[in-house]
């Protein structure tokens, strides 16, 4: 399976004129050299024994050396005997962590956070923070996940802790999305050779996701509730802000609140005479082939905006009052979190207020948005682009979700007025 032997790494001479002797180490023609401590002249190695010469003339520490040697053999066959007792398929890493004593690294949870680091260092904030909130949670089933290979996250392991979290209660979509991220970590790995695919717990045969997932209730506004929005005011000033967020994220195809928390002055461009806001979702801007949405400016959004800019606290060149101070990175991430659930309590409030029938919430607007696309005949194709999803599929099931909840609730309309007298 694999070949180990001491060499005299000429790659890499030093200014002393001496060469490392270095473990090179092949396996499944691919190659990893590990340093031993251990410097030599090429007249002072003989690299037919893979040792010091004897001649102390020559190499006057030539029996130390080599004892070192054959000490640092004893490891090779200690650590190689001990993947094979845990059954580790272990990669070249994981061996050179292994004989350079970094037991630390190369192991499973050891690899996540070092993702997560480079995800915060190249402003890829919200996906650290959805491995994070994953990885706890994985904690929550394994208190040794410090410690584990990632050998033994296996389909055995991954059975477990999705009874473990079905135990909890937690729902269908729920514990899909915590196996999403595992499957997410275990392919980067695989993709970055960190982790050889023998007891990968996913794909042909493995576990299956996609049966966890539950249709979640897809919730829009009616018209008389649209109208309500649009033409009465909240006594309450806080809720009045939420009112008119809530309807530029309708008016502007359902942006999502992230969206228009990174929106600014910049973004209204001119193009022909006209204004448009201009922007990639936060969501998909680092995917490959992600593609600018362009939104015309109508009466309404010039309303809005001008409204916005007469009436709160815009802070720097924000087009909206959401981000209330200078900040950036992961500490912007986190206020803009905080600031959504303060949002999300004023339009609770201010349905209650308007007396709605239906919960509102920052996702109302793009599901509504999204509804009223559907019922005015504008083909799927159009609203998958308007909406900026990846694919048609993404799309189609929103919209099916909706067409199904629609007759319900029409159905159920038809029943009520016609109740059968018993």
Request: proline share 1%; hydrophobic share 35%.
């Amino acid at each position: 399976m694999a070949t180990f032997k001491f060499v005299l790494h000429i790659a890499n001479k030093r200014k002393d004129g001496t060469y490392p002797i270095s473990l090179r180490i092949i396996k499944r023609m691919r190659s990893k050299y590990c340093s031993t401590g251990l410097y030599a002249r090429k007249e002072e190695w003989n690299a037919e024994a893979e040792r010091f010469v004897s001649n102390r003339n020559v190499c006057p520490m030539n029996k130390e050396y080599n004892a070192r040697l054959m000490e640092l053999t004893g490891r090779i066959k200690k650590i190689e005997l001990s993947f094979e007792r845990d059954g580790i398929d272990w990669t070249l890493n994981q061996f050179e962590d292994a004989f350079l004593n970094k037991s630390k690294q190369g192991k499973f949870f050891d690899y996540v956070k070092k993702c997560i680091k480079e995800m915060k260092e190249t402003g890829h904030i919200g996906n650290a923070k959805v491995w994070e909130r994953s990885m706890y949670n994985l904690y929550l089933f394994d208190k040794k996940l410090n410690n584990r290979a990632f050998q033994e996250i296996d389909i055995k392991y991954v059975k477990a802790y999705n009874a473990f979290m079905e135990k909890k209660g937690w729902c269908g979509n729920t514990r899909k999305h915590n196996l999403k991220t595992l499957r997410a970590v275990l392919n980067k790995a695989i993709l970055e050779k960190e982790y050889n695919a023998s007891a990968y717990p996913f794909g042909k045969g493995g576990f299956c996701i996609s049966e966890l997932e539950e249709e979640t209730d897809k919730r829009y506004l009616s018209e008389a509730s649209l109208n309500k929005l649009m033409g009465m005011k909240s006594k309450n000033k806080r809720n009045e802000v939420a009112r008119h967020l809530f309807l530029f994220s309708y008016f502007c195809f359902g942006m999502s609140y992230i969206d228009m928390a990174n929106l600014k002055r910049k973004n209204i461009q001119k193009d022909g005479g006209k204004e448009y806001i201009v922007y990639k979702r936060q969501k998909t801007k680092h995917s490959k082939g992600s593609k600018f949405i362009r939104i015309p400016i109508n009466e309404d959004l010039k309303s809005l905006i001008n409204w916005f800019k007469e009436n709160t606290d815009l802070v720097g060149d924000s087009l909206l009052p959401i981000v209330t101070m200078k900040c950036e990175g992961e500490k912007l991430y986190d206020h803009q979190r905080r600031r959504l659930a303060i949002y999300n309590k004023h339009l609770k409030s201010l349905a209650e207020e308007f007396g709605l029938e239906e919960k509102l919430t920052s996702y109302v607007s793009r599901h509504s948005m999204a509804m009223t696309l559907q019922e005015d005949g504008t083909p799927r194709e159009i609203i998958s682009q308007i909406m900026g999803h990846k694919d048609l599929k993404t799309t189609n099931t929103y919209l099916d979700s909706f067409s199904n909840q629609l007759i319900e609730n029409i159905t159920n309309k038809s029943l009520h007025k016609n109740r059968m007298a018993i």
